[in-house]
């Protein structure tokens, strides 16, 4: 069983910043990537930004520029900076694994960017 725990959400004021963390914990074998999904209100989630075990990294074109995502393979961690949020970023981030053939998904955390 993999277990995958968010932290960092929250409330922030448009061009703000936030860090959203998460730790893997369980029976985990080689990891091949892990990264980032969001899903606002009414719509479909989405790829944010991912990072392989080799550190290639993928971004969502929405977020290239702002956020950086970064891991560290001997913690099992990864963490997104996202700097210069934007209304539009607002959604529930959920963290996600993949190991072998299965995938593991965190249980989302709110990032609500607002005045």
């Known amino acids: 069983q993999v277990q995958l725990v968010e932290s960092g959400g929250g409330l922030v004021h448009p061009g703000g910043s936030l860090r959203l963390s998460c730790a893997a914990s369980g029976s985990i074998n080689t990891i091949y990537a892990m990264g980032w999904y969001r899903q606002a209100p009414g719509k479909q989630r989405e790829l944010v930004a991912a990072?392989?075990?080799?550190?290639?990294?993928n971004y969502a074109n929405s977020v290239k520029g702002r956020f950086t995502i970064s891991r560290d393979n001997a913690k099992n961690t990864v963490s997104l900076q996202m700097n210069s949020l934007k209304p539009e970023d607002t959604a529930v981030y959920y963290c996600?694994?993949?190991?072998?053939?299965?995938?593991?998904w965190g249980q989302g955390t709110q990032v609500t960017v607002s005045s």
């Open positions: 996600t694994l993949v190991a072998g053939l299965n995938d593991y």
């Open positions: 990072i392989t075990s080799g550190s290639r990294t």
